[in-house]
């Protein structure tokens, strides 16, 4: 049986959706609760940063990947003929 490795992107899809949507959440109360001192925006901008440049260092990682390359996914170890006994 062999699989995409594109397949992988589907649970690393999943996760940067819960992040984007927690890091949204946080801008939203920053925002609504009017948490404007000089401090919190210093965080959320660190914040933001950090999260750009993990964003830029994994799409430079991942960028030269060929998504199309079979996974070969084989359950030969339970084989009985494989079996030492």
Do not use: C, R
């Not at 999260?51 to 084989?74: E, K, N, Y």
């Amino acid at each position: 049986m062999s699989l995409p490795l594109a397949i992988i992107l589907i649970p690393y899809g999943v996760i940067v959706l819960v992040f984007a949507i927690v890091a949204l959440l946080n801008v939203y109360h920053l925002i609504h609760y009017s948490a404007t001192s000089k401090t919190s925006f210093a965080f959320t901008f660190i914040f933001l940063a950090g999260t750009a440049v993990i964003a830029f260092l994994t799409w430079q990682a991942v960028g030269g990947v060929d998504w199309q390359t079979p996974i070969s996914i084989s359950l030969s170890s339970s084989s009985p003929e494989l079996l030492p006994y």
